[in-house]
Protein backbone atom coordinates (compact mmCIF):
# COMPACT_ATOMS: atom_id res chain seq x y z
CA UNK A 1 0.00 0.00 0.00
CA UNK A 2 0.86 3.57 -0.71
CA UNK A 3 1.32 6.25 2.05
CA UNK A 4 1.36 9.97 0.72
CA UNK A 5 3.10 12.68 2.94
CA UNK A 6 2.80 15.95 1.04
CA UNK A 7 4.78 19.26 2.55
CA UNK A 8 5.77 22.76 0.86
CA UNK A 9 2.56 25.01 2.32
CA UNK A 10 2.94 28.54 3.81
CA UNK A 11 2.09 31.90 3.46
CA UNK A 12 2.95 33.80 -0.20
CA UNK A 13 2.05 37.36 -1.35
CA UNK A 14 0.32 37.26 -4.71
CA UNK A 15 2.97 37.14 -7.74
CA UNK A 16 4.83 34.68 -5.54
CA UNK A 17 6.21 31.14 -5.61
CA UNK A 18 5.86 27.79 -3.61
CA UNK A 19 6.50 24.01 -4.57
CA UNK A 20 5.07 21.50 -3.11
CA UNK A 21 6.30 17.81 -2.61
CA UNK A 22 5.02 14.49 -2.07
CA UNK A 23 6.72 11.72 -1.04
CA UNK A 24 5.41 8.32 -1.75
CA UNK A 25 6.47 5.42 0.82
CA UNK A 26 5.30 1.56 0.27
CA UNK A 27 4.95 -0.03 -3.11
CA UNK A 28 4.23 1.81 -6.27
CA UNK A 29 3.87 0.81 -9.42
CA UNK A 30 4.79 2.47 -12.90
CA UNK A 31 1.00 2.95 -14.21
CA UNK A 32 0.34 4.95 -10.94
CA UNK A 33 -1.11 8.93 -11.56
CA UNK A 34 -0.05 10.99 -9.33
CA UNK A 35 -2.46 13.76 -8.67
CA UNK A 36 -2.68 17.55 -7.05
CA UNK A 37 -6.20 18.62 -5.81
CA UNK A 38 -6.91 21.80 -3.62
CA UNK A 39 -10.37 22.59 -1.44
CA UNK A 40 -11.02 26.30 -0.59
CA UNK A 41 -13.17 26.86 2.28
CA UNK A 42 -16.65 26.17 1.62
CA UNK A 43 -15.50 24.64 -1.88
CA UNK A 44 -15.57 21.32 -3.33
CA UNK A 45 -12.19 19.68 -3.97
CA UNK A 46 -10.76 20.23 -7.36
CA UNK A 47 -8.40 19.04 -9.51
CA UNK A 48 -5.03 20.95 -10.19
CA UNK A 49 -2.87 18.74 -11.90
CA UNK A 50 -1.89 14.90 -12.25
CA UNK A 51 1.45 13.39 -14.13
CA UNK A 52 1.36 9.17 -15.23
CA UNK A 53 4.16 8.36 -13.91
CA UNK A 54 4.79 5.93 -16.79
CA UNK A 55 5.89 8.68 -19.44
CA UNK A 56 5.65 11.52 -18.07
CA UNK A 57 2.49 12.83 -19.74
CA UNK A 58 0.89 15.56 -17.21
CA UNK A 59 -2.30 17.34 -17.11
CA UNK A 60 -3.74 20.75 -15.96
CA UNK A 61 -6.62 22.13 -14.82
CA UNK A 62 -7.15 25.53 -16.73
CA UNK A 63 -7.11 27.88 -13.83
CA UNK A 64 -3.18 26.48 -13.56
CA UNK A 65 -2.03 25.82 -16.77
CA UNK A 66 0.95 28.04 -17.70
CA UNK A 67 1.67 28.64 -14.10
CA UNK A 68 1.72 25.40 -12.12
CA UNK A 69 4.15 22.29 -13.29
CA UNK A 70 4.05 18.83 -12.14
CA UNK A 71 6.85 16.59 -12.35
CA UNK A 72 8.33 13.73 -10.72
CA UNK A 73 11.40 12.25 -9.52
CA UNK A 74 11.16 8.38 -9.81
CA UNK A 75 14.58 7.57 -7.34
CA UNK A 76 13.07 9.63 -4.48
CA UNK A 77 9.38 8.38 -5.28
CA UNK A 78 8.43 12.27 -5.08
CA UNK A 79 6.03 14.47 -7.15
CA UNK A 80 6.54 17.91 -7.62
CA UNK A 81 3.77 20.81 -8.32
CA UNK A 82 5.84 24.29 -8.73
CA UNK A 83 3.39 26.94 -8.71
CA UNK A 84 4.92 30.15 -9.84
CA UNK A 85 3.01 33.78 -10.62
CA UNK A 86 0.50 32.49 -7.32
CA UNK A 87 -3.06 34.42 -6.50
CA UNK A 88 -4.93 34.88 -3.66
CA UNK A 89 -7.65 32.29 -5.75
CA UNK A 90 -5.23 30.13 -5.22
CA UNK A 91 -5.47 30.02 -1.67
CA UNK A 92 -6.66 26.24 -0.13
CA UNK A 93 -5.20 23.16 1.35
CA UNK A 94 -3.63 20.98 -1.20
CA UNK A 95 -3.69 17.32 -1.55
CA UNK A 96 -1.59 14.90 -2.89
CA UNK A 97 -3.20 11.33 -3.87
CA UNK A 98 -2.24 8.69 -6.34
CA UNK A 99 -4.32 6.23 -8.07
CA UNK A 100 -3.16 2.45 -9.85
CA UNK A 101 -4.22 2.29 -13.55
CA UNK A 102 -6.60 5.11 -14.53
CA UNK A 103 -7.74 5.03 -18.15
CA UNK A 104 -8.83 8.56 -19.39
CA UNK A 105 -9.69 11.30 -17.40
CA UNK A 106 -7.22 11.85 -14.66
CA UNK A 107 -9.68 14.76 -13.17
CA UNK A 108 -11.92 13.05 -11.42
CA UNK A 109 -11.38 12.50 -8.09
CA UNK A 110 -13.22 9.56 -6.88
CA UNK A 111 -10.81 7.54 -9.18
CA UNK A 112 -8.17 8.37 -6.68
CA UNK A 113 -7.89 5.88 -3.87
CA UNK A 114 -4.85 6.98 -1.70
CA UNK A 115 -4.94 10.45 -0.31
CA UNK A 116 -2.33 12.43 1.83
CA UNK A 117 -3.24 14.65 5.00
CA UNK A 118 -3.02 17.94 2.49
CA UNK A 119 -0.46 21.04 3.06
CA UNK A 120 -2.13 24.98 3.29
CA UNK A 121 -1.50 27.33 1.21
CA UNK A 122 -2.14 30.54 1.42
CA UNK A 123 -1.74 33.87 -0.89
CA UNK A 124 -1.79 37.09 0.35
CA UNK A 125 -3.41 40.20 -2.05
Known amino acids: QVQLVESGGGLVQAGGSLRLSCAASGRTFSNYVMGWFRQAPGKEREFVAA????????YYSDSVKGRFTISRDTAKNTVYLQMNSLKPEDTAVYYC??????????????????WGQGTQVTVSS
Open 51 to 58: IRLSGGFT
Open 97 to 114: AAAAGIRGSVTDRSKYDT
